[in-house]
């Protein structure tokens, strides 16, 4: 949109197709109550959330697709956290960057329901995070900022003065926004600065003034924090043939929002590694690595130190360019988000963090992106 009044005319378009249901349903119902794995399709033409149901051999079977009651953009986002489970699973939020809206629905006994669509408070939202019912929204175009809501029941509040500005006003090619695994901090990742930007998280649920500090490796994307609360960075290194890494950080109580170098740049030995999930145990870490096509597997100690432990722990096929990754609430399972075969690659985890390919899902938009499991 080129002009401030067109923008606001789309913004006002989409929220009454909001209302309308665009073509799909805002409420249905899932087949069983197992675990499912939730994408968007990013369509230009209308944004769908997209659940899948898990069998027991790790096969996924599509079961509803519902309208988000905004447009996708039709092509990747460059970022991880299109798609976001709140942390008690009982909400999912999935960004419309083409009508800069947010979209949350309500997860009940298996009964998905929207129950609302708002201005994500930016331009283009690429990402979302939740910590006990504060959700943040990142804006990648424009000046590039975070705008932050309350989830009162599945609607969303914007919060009077939450949105900050990034390292820089435009330019940044922000990646990711996701608060600290005890919601202290927020954290941003900068690709075209090669810096982390974090803000400490005030009680009123505004943030403090930025913590701009430099990223271990170049073109830092997407990011994770283990139960211990570090922070684990992938690092594409602007695409370079095997040269990708992941960085960890960790934070003080002195300095809630300073992240400390603990391991700088452990390489995968593959190529463009942008998504990284961590397990909820904290032991372990995978990173997707676009450019290679394969997962890689880190080690994580109780102190934040991380050690690869295979470069290619999966594999996702040749030109699969691996993006989204996700792991299910039990452990078990790891989820990727295929961009180049249109697919979902599933692989069980482990007791030492290994995995074992089996099932997923195939037929997907080219355009999909986010991937969140339950």
């Keep these: 949109m080129h002009t401030s009044s067109r923008r606001h005319a789309l913004r006002l378009f989409v929220l009454g197709l909001a209302v309308a249901g665009f073509g799909l349903p805002a409420i249905a119902r899932a087949d069983d109550d197992g675990q ?4 968007s399709s990013n369509a230009s033409a209308g944004n769908a959330l997209m659940v899948y149901a898990t069998a027991s051999d ?3 079977t599509l079961r509803n697709q519902l309208a988000t009651g905004g447009l996708g953009s039709g092509a990747g986002l460059g970022s991880q956290g299109a798609v976001t489970l709140s942390g008690d699973g009982r909400y999912l939020f999935v960004v419309n960057a083409q009508s800069n809206t947010v979209s949350t629905f309500m997860i009940r006994r298996g009964e998905l329901r929207r129950t609302s669509v708002v201005d994500s408070g930016g331009l283009h939202p690429i990402s979302v995070t939740e910590h006990d019912g504060l959700v943040y929204v990142l804006n990648d175009q424009g000046a590039g900022n975070v705008a932050g809501f309350r989830n009162a029941r599945g609607e969303l509040q914007a919060i009077a003065g939450s949105a900050r500005g990034l390292s820089a006003a435009g330019g940044t090619a922000p990646a990711q926004v996701g608060f600290g695994s ?16 974090s803000y400490p998280v005030l009680a009123d649920g505004r943030l403090g003034a930025p ?14 924090f283990d139960n211990q609360n570090h922070l684990l960075v992938s690092e594409a290194f602007g695409g370079a043939v095997g040269a990708s890494a992941v960085s960890s950080y960790r934070f003080t109580d002195a300095a809630p929002a300073t992240p400390i170098l603990v391991s700088a ?3 995968t030995t593959q190529t ?9 145990n904290g032991k372990f870490a995978y990173a997707t690595n676009t450019g290679s096509s ?3 597997s880190y080690r994580v100690a109780r102190s934040g130190q991380i050690e690869l432990a295979a470069a290619i722990a999966g594999n996702t096929g040749a030109g699969s360019s691996p993006i989204d990754a996700a792991v299910s609430r039990d452990g078990h399972r790891l989820f990727v988000l295929n961009a180049g075969s249109a697919t979902i690659s599933a692989f069980g985890i482990a007791m030492d963090g290994s995995l074992s ?10 355009s999909a992106v986010g991937l969140a499991a339950n």
């Design 272 to 280: 463009a590694a942008c998504w990284v999930v961590t397990t909820p």
């Design 265 to 267: 740049s452990v390489p």
């Design 357 to 366: 390919a089996g099932g997923g899902a195939a037929g997907l938009p080219g």
């Design 36 to 39: 499912l794995v939730f994408t």
């Design 182 to 197: 005890d919601g202290d901090v927020l954290v941003v990742t900068e690709k075209a600065t090669n810096r982390l930007t």
């Design 211 to 224: 913590v701009v500090s430099a990223s271990a490796g170049a073109t830092p994307f997407g990011f994770a």
């Design 294 to 296: 394969s997962v890689s």
């Design 58 to 60: 790790g096969s996924l």
